[in-house]
């Protein structure tokens, strides 16, 4: 079964989460971004959500982590949840 691991930035607007991109791509570190921005749990581990399959996320989440490339950060993506910034961390067939 396809795995992969991957870290997120959970905001509330679409602004913000382009922003916080705007602001990685510019250098800024993703996993202290993470601990100040992200409104999800994960945000205080550097926003890590450690290894999952197929269908354990929402299925926009899934989307993008099972087809994106690896250490590349993708969005705004926008969930049930908010806007998340994901960056594919490890991706395993």
């Known amino acids: 079964m396809t795995t992969a691991?991957?870290?997120?930035?959970?905001?509330?607007?679409?602004?913000q989460c382009q922003q916080l991109k705007t602001d990685i791509e510019?250098?800024?570190d993703f996993a202290e971004l993470?601990?100040?921005h992200s409104s999800c749990p994960s945000g205080n581990s550097g926003g890590d959500l450690g290894e999952?399959?197929?269908?354990?996320?929402?299925p926009e989440f899934d989307q993008v982590v099972f087809?994106?490339?690896?250490?590349?950060v993708q969005g705004?993506?926008?969930?049930q949840f908010g806007y998340h910034l994901l960056e594919?961390?490890?991706r395993s067939e």
């Open 5 to 15: 691991s991957a870290r997120h930035i959970l905001v509330k607007s679409e602004e």
């Open 26 to 28: 510019g250098g800024a």
């Open 34 to 36: 993470a601990k100040q």
């Open 52 to 58: 999952f399959g197929p269908g354990m996320m929402v």
């Open 67 to 72: 087809s994106a490339d690896v250490n590349t």
């Open 76 to 79: 705004p993506v926008k969930t």
């Open 88 to 90: 594919v961390t490890a």
